[in-house]
């Protein structure tokens, strides 16, 4: 949606769940908004960035969730309502500050972090369920089980989160932030003077009346958990909570979030809703012990449905062992049992499979001849691996690498890093990356293996980072293998934006959020000021770029970075809007599979718009993939690949 | 020629295809007319790395009563619209059913690492076999021949507006290309009807 600011309540619109998010925390009139990009959580601050001007918002990227938390709680402290973005591993890296937030409580603005999980790992590195950090740090959780509810919820969290001083999350999953869906817009907030204040008055003869903030910790943990005890009795009655199904139904689905869906279409395609009923729980920590108990109560069968851990399972289980022998008549079904997994995303056909086992019915969810046809048919299908994009610089880059490593021979190699170039670890990048983590910690990795010369290492070690990777959490490492005197080359694959999760800018593009002029921070500069040894290369530039590497790896010594800077191929299509070459084949020079080359460019290179024509036993150029980047023409040893400039 | 009625609530519209080549414009297009026709839609698209030259499905659900926040039922598809023939194909075996159609952009994407890809005439007739009706618009081609590649989406979406296979009327349509192309509109009008004639001549 182009103005997710647009006034028109009671209208209704096509919203994403992160727009959605977004439109929830316009229409609760918040001041300041910050996130760190990751999928699938990157489209709420995007959205709110493009209207802050005219809604009077602070939206910025942040360098880091940690960064992002902070500012987020700075406008808070000084009464203004803040809301912090972040995909699950960015509660991580929040972490540290939360804890200790947890315990001073916010300032007078109510603060949401609204963080989206991906289960099956769909756009990350791993599937962490962020939930079980709320029970750790003692704060009020709610899950949105649809885009609209996704809106009512966040401005909702506001409320909740000043009424008990302590920050309000609200966890989505990759089927919310990103399922597109009926939403009706509420009003936008009434213009109103705000003037932001920082109150820093502590008593420390009484710290827990206090508004802010730091002080003795233990004398505040108390009043913590009395705050939760306060954001139970508001669960209890809200109406996020809903009960679906007859009064005693022979069995009852908890559920939460997106699963919450899925049960409910699982239960039509049975026709099961005289026998099921739905306890989906808006609220999921603290949990509404009352509310739970009491509809324990009505059936003798539970059975769990949600994503990725079972946090609501542990927790009914652990209050229906604390109401006993009354809930002695319970058995419970869900990732325990092994009905459902405590992995992966679920969908409306895994809960089906769960209620059949449970209930023991019979499902066919389409005609058997059929089923044996198409099982049969789709044995031609092939596998299709992800890949870098025609005309990406990563290719080139780790072309390079791979080159360069080859011709060193000492076993040297890469440790990979969060970003497009993830790819590193497939073949889409050569297979070159043998680690991979956190943000950040391709170069942290180096460093420790860098630094065991004593112990008779001596492989070359190579990492690779994003340019806004580096801003996020590469500087340390650096600093680190500087001070150390450690010995690796950090290449920084520098195309000019965050391209995994849709081009946003950093600190290094000279771009805020809002498409405002910033002051560049040159990685540079910033790399020579610590001590490192620093190069720039233009990854295109094959031969130089490897000669640059191999050169590097023989001096052996100290902290090198490299910096491969080349635009990522969307951005420059979107701002060039034409091909720079004509790429073709030679069919004179293209020996084929006579070369000796063994299809170098079309099985090895792994660039879409190279493809083999089976006619005529050549290399060819698909014309509908091929975006004329030219990099191709330089690693045909017979120069069959030609390009010829467009202009 | 378009139904308002819905054979199946949800009725389940899947549009398929490779990586960068427009699913999730696309089906924000298809979902924003089917809202305006007055039902409750949700789309479930494939985001980030994924979208990264692998496998994409947009699962669009169409219903009178609820929005479902959930992918295509295994077997339930109603209409899948593919932008590539294997793909096509990989989702026909997942979702398709006895009563299922299918529109397929016939121009082939090959994975990469020189994976065999079937022979086209093979992989058109298992589709023929799995659908009870199929119709073959070269959309590739004709956006080729129209200058740019990714013009193919849109004579996509005029055929499957064209097809009557869905409530969604030309009218409806229409206003959303204006809103989204702006300065381009004029060529996307083209493909869009080029892909509305298409489908007749089928």
Known sequence: MENIAIDAADEMFLLMGNEAVARGAIEAGIGVATAYPGSPSSEVLGSIAEVAKKMNIHAEWSVNEKVATEVAAGASFAGIRSISVMKQNGVNVAADFLVNLGMTGIGTGGMVIFVSDDPSSKSSNNEEDSRPIAKWMDMPLMEPSSAQEAKEMVKWAFEVSEKVNLVTIVRGVTRISYTKSNVILGELPKKKEQKAYFPYTWDMSNPTKSKLTSGPFPVLHRPLHEKMEKAKEIFEASPFNQYMGSKNPELLIITCGACTSYSIEAIEELKLEERVGILRLGTTWPLPEKLVAKHLNTTRKVLFVEEIDPFIERSVMELAASLLPATSHLTFYGKRSGHLTPYNEQSTDLVIGALTSILNIKYQPRDHKYDRKAEEVVKIVPPRPINLCPGCPHRATFWAIKNALTLDGRNGFLCGDIGCYSLGLSEGGFFQSRTMHAMGSGAGVANGLGNLRQFGFDQPVLAICGDSTFYHAVIPAVVNSVYNDSHFILIIADNGGTAMTGFQPHPGTGELATKDRARVIEMEALCRSIGAHVEVCDPFDLRNTTQTLLRLMKEDRGTKVVIMRHSCELIRAKREKRKPYKVSVDPERCAGDRCGCDRLCTRLFQCPGLVWDRENEKAAIDEALCVGCGLCVDICHQKALVKEATV | ?202
């Not at chain 2, 609530?9 to 007319?33: E, K, R």
């Not at chain 2, 022979?119 to 119709?135: G, H, M, R």
């Not at chain 2, 956006?143 to 979406?157: E, R």
């Open chain 2, 1 to 202: 020629m378009s139904v308002k009625t819905l054979n199946n609530d949800p009725f389940n519209l899947i549009i398929c295809g490779v990586g960068g080549q427009g699913n999730v414009l696309l089906s924000a297009m298809v979902g924003t007319a089917l809202l305006n026709e007055g039902f409750m839609v949700s789309v479930a698209d494939t985001y980030g790395v994924t979208q990264r030259g692998g496998p994409v499905t947009s699962h669009i659900k169409i219903s009178r009563k609820n929005v479902y926040t959930s992918v295509t039922l295994e077997g339930h598809a109603d209409v899948i619209l593919g932008m590539e023939p294997v793909e096509t194909l990989r989702n026909l075996g997942l979702y398709g059913n006895p009563h299922v159609v299918t529109i397929v952009n016939p121009r082939p994407i090959y994975p990469i690492g020189g994976i065999p890809y079937p022979d086209l005439d093979e992989v058109k007739k298992a589709i023929l076999k799995l659908s009870v009706q199929t119709k073959f618009v070269n959309a590739t081609e004709e956006a080729l021949k129209m200058g740019n590649p990714l013009y193919a989406n849109i004579i996509l979406l005029g055929s499957l507006v064209g097809s009557g296979f869905l409530p969604i009327h030309k009218e409806s349509m229409i206003p959303i290309l204006e809103e989204r192309f702006k300065e381009t509109l004029a060529p996307n009008l083209e493909a869009f009807n080029k892909g509305m004639e298409l489908i007749q001549t089928q």
